[in-house]
């Protein structure tokens, strides 16, 4: 298995350009998240999924979308790139449980810069 | 809402020494608690966790017991190694969140030979 996986590794955009990151997983869980991991301030959710089909939104939305449209596979775009969302993006994802108590598994993440 | 709020960092330690990590939260409800690590150029991986009060989370020869009444989930491990150096993030998530993590800011560990 290959757990969660993500491409591109790297990429560099510059203002006003738009991407797709791409996060796949292959342990059939209900749920997936964006993150971006910023210096000195831990991981803050992006947007989650609690299944097919379904989006929300989590802390820090604004200037991202999401689409769920295959269980497997979570997008994470950038529509108008700004200088803001130079980050590191994890994806990442887990099994549904009534008790939020599930193991998320991580992926690599993605090295943007935003120039 | 919730937060997370570990101790500053980063910080240094000689091998075999004490390793304490503070990490302290606010949170409606009963969450459920967790200490990530981030090795070098690599995504998250659960360390421990723990899911209601005083239960102990283990792993790897680290340690965390959730304490309600201080609102705590110290990370510890007695010997730490080389190998040990990384980034650890605590982390809760509650009950009706949809498995939706909050983390504190992370703390950087170096273990020196």
């Known amino acids: 298995n290959a757990g969660v996986t993500q491409t591109p590794k790297f990429r560099v955009l510059k203002t006003g350009q738009s991407m797709t990151l791409l996060c796949a997983q292959d342990m059939n869980h209900e749920y997936m998240y964006w993150y971006r991991q910023d210096p000195g301030m831990g991981l803050r959710l992006i947007h989650y999924s609690v299944g097919e089909g379904t989006t929300a939104k989590g802390e820090v939305p604004d200037g991202y979308n999401v689409s769920r449209l295959k269980k497997q596979n979570f997008l994470l775009g950038l529509e108008s790139a700004a200088p803001s969302q130079t980050s590191v993006y994890f994806c990442?994802?887990?099994?549904?449980?009534?008790?939020?108590?599930?193991?998320?598994?991580f992926g690599p993440g993605t090295r943007l810069t935003v120039l | 809402g919730n937060s997370v709020t570990q101790m500053e960092g980063p910080v240094t330690l000689s091998e075999e020494a004490f390793l304490t990590i503070n990490c302290t939260y606010t949170a409606t409800g009963y969450p459920s608690l967790f200490w990530y690590v981030q090795y070098p150029g690599e995504g998250l991986q659960l360390l421990l966790k723990a899911t209601k009060a005083d239960d102990k989370g283990s792993n790897k020869g680290f340690e965390a017991t959730y304490r309600k009444e201080t609102t705590s989930f110290h990370l510890e491990k007695g010997s730490v190694q080389v190998s040990d150096s990384a980034v650890y993030f605590c982390?809760?998530?509650?009950?009706?969140?949809?498995?939706?993590?909050?983390f504190g800011q992370g703390t950087i560990l170096t273990v020196h030979p």
């Open positions: 990442a994802s887990s099994y549904s449980t009534g008790q939020g108590g599930g193991e998320q598994f």
């Open positions: 982390a809760l998530s509650s009950g009706t969140s949809y498995g939706k993590l909050t």
